[in-house]
């Protein structure tokens, strides 16, 4: 049953078809999106033969996969925002397009002509605008496992679209899945891009060397499905935010198209994760309204998800999340670091050599049955730099959670779990470590994992 709640009216995206009008057309340096041509894009694809063909044959393949993977609902009649111009100085126009409307296209902030590469060996030189020969394998590497990641969630989140609280919430679902399937779409612009140009140079008539179905059928990273609404919520302010961080680093890259693609995708993500932090914001809200009047019992029963299930979910997800940075310490990515492929968050903002060739980072790790901290060469701890960022940001929406709690004059926190905690990756994954960090026994374990992680049945009551 799909239902507007009169605060989600205010929310601009949901229009009805007679409200929807262009936009003003806004002013400054702008890169018009061409809507003309069979891939909406700004890259002046039409001017590049050989590769429009390759996207082109690329498309149907893609269009099957939405078809048989994307949303199982009818997707007719929801407005979704679609970009109609990319303009320089971090912003771009949207609007609005129904979904049965919505063109998967090629969106790239718009090129800064002084752009230098800001870390590295490569430090003070001119971005590239094609890629290095002798970084070409590495680079397509970063690509495509970015681009693995993009469909894993469109998938997982198919049937969701049934069980929608409100048309607001369904609106906001299918957003999130048009824009993972256009990452994905991104993703596959830069490695046709890539071998294209090479096919260029050697002058071969064929560029299409991407097998059609990598991307759209084989075996996920994560492929479990999306079961209920809170997982959802809990994916998007989690999950899309592994996505940002990872983006992030590839924002800073030597390779201007990479950088500049990844810039616009950022702004996409930006919704994701609000979707995110207002979905649980709003669960938590209803049950602490719920609990302040009925303490101590049990919170199912009168139709919220208990505060201790809430927290079970954000356990889980977080900790999976964490993983996806992978090991703390890594030679790759120092080397991909080295070389300009990919820097850190935020990179132009760091005051140091931007070359790490001194600096040292602080890893923790379980020795003799102790967490302990070790100083490490900074070049090989960048995942963990990177997630170090990542935890303090995940701390925002958190905080902003319990808010909710203290102004309904609870005394109950949620906390995010100890880095550690039910990890399958890096220092920790060897270890069982409790939420507030301390290292057990398997049976310590065993004991308390239903405390802390969401049960089966604690899945089947939230669905319900
Ligand atoms: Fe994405
Ligand atoms: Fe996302």
Same mark, same amino acid.
């Given at each position: 049953m799909l239902s507007t709640s009169p605060r989600h009216q205010?929310?601009?995206?949901?229009?009805?078809r007679r409200t929807h009008r262009a936009a003003p057309t806004p002013t400054g340096p702008l890169s018009k999106i061409d809507y003309s041509e069979r891939i909406p894009n700004?890259? #002046?694809?039409?001017?590049?033969r050989r590769l429009q063909r390759a996207l082109e044959s690329w498309q149907p393949k893609f269009l099957d996969w939405w078809k048989t993977l994307g949303p199982s609902l009818p997707t007719r009649d929801v407005y979704l925002r679609t970009a109609v111009a990319v303009g320089r100085d971090g912003w771009a126009h949207f609007d609005h397009v129904p979904m049965e409307e919505y063109r998967w296209g090629i969106f790239l902030a718009e090129?800064?002509?002084?752009?230098?590469?800001?870390?590295?060996?490569?430090?003070?030189e001119p971005a590239w605008q094609e890629v290095p020969g002798e970084y070409r394998a590495e680079l397509m590497r970063l690509i495509t496992v970015q681009g693995d990641t993009e469909p894993a969630s469109v998938e997982q989140q198919r049937i969701l679209g049934n069980t929608a609280p409100s048309l607001y919430d369904l609106r906001n679902l299918f957003q999130v899945n048009v824009e993972e399937g256009r990452h994905l779409w991104a993703m596959v612009y830069l490695l046709q891009a890539t071998l294209a140009a090479r096919a260029a140079r050697r002058q071969?008539?064929?560029?299409?060397?991407?097998?059609?179905t990598r991307f759209t059928s084989h075996p996920r990273r994560f492929n479990e499905a999306t079961t209920d609404w809170l997982q959802f919520f809990m994916f998007t302010y989690f999950t899309d935010r592994d996505g940002k961080y990872q983006l992030g680093t590839l924002k800073e890259s030597a390779f201007d198209p990479l950088a500049r693609t990844c810039e616009f995708m950022l702004k996409e993500e930006a919704h994701h994760m609000f979707v995110g932090t207002t979905g649980v914001q709003r669960t938590v809200e209803r049950t602490a309204q719920v609990m302040s009047e009925h303490a101590g019992q049990d919170g199912f029963e009168h139709g919220v998800i208990p505060l201790d299930v809430i927290q079970k979910y954000l356990n889980f997800q977080y900790s999976v999340s964490m993983d996806l940075?992978?090991?703390?310490?890594s030679t790759n990515v120092a080397a991909y670091y080295t070389g300009g492929l990919k820097g850190r968050w935020q990179e132009t903002r760091r005051k140091d050599d931007h070359e790490l060739k001194e600096a040292t980072y602080s890893v923790r790790l379980v020795k003799d049955g102790k967490i302990v901290e070790e100083t490490v060469p900074a070049l090989t701890a960048l995942n963990l730099d990177l997630r170090d960022e990542y935890v303090a940001d995940c701390e925002n929406g958190v905080r902003r959670w319990n808010q909710e709690l203290e102004d309904a004059g609870l005394s109950e926190r949620l906390t995010l779990p100890h880095e550690?905690? #039910?990890?399958?990756?890096? #220092?920790?994954?060897?270890h069982r470590i409790s939420p507030d960090g301390r290292v057990l026994t398997e049976s310590d374990w065993a004991e308390n994992e239903s405390n802390w992680l969401p049960t089966d049945s604690d899945r089947e009551r939230v669905a319900a």
């Open positions: 205010e929310d601009s995206h949901v229009r009805s700004n890259v #002046n694809l039409a001017g590049d090129q800064d002509p002084d752009r230098k590469v800001a870390f590295g060996k490569h430090k003070g071969s008539s064929s560029s299409s060397e991407i097998p059609a940075f992978g090991s703390e310490q550690g905690f #039910n990890r399958k990756v890096g #220092n920790f994954s060897s």
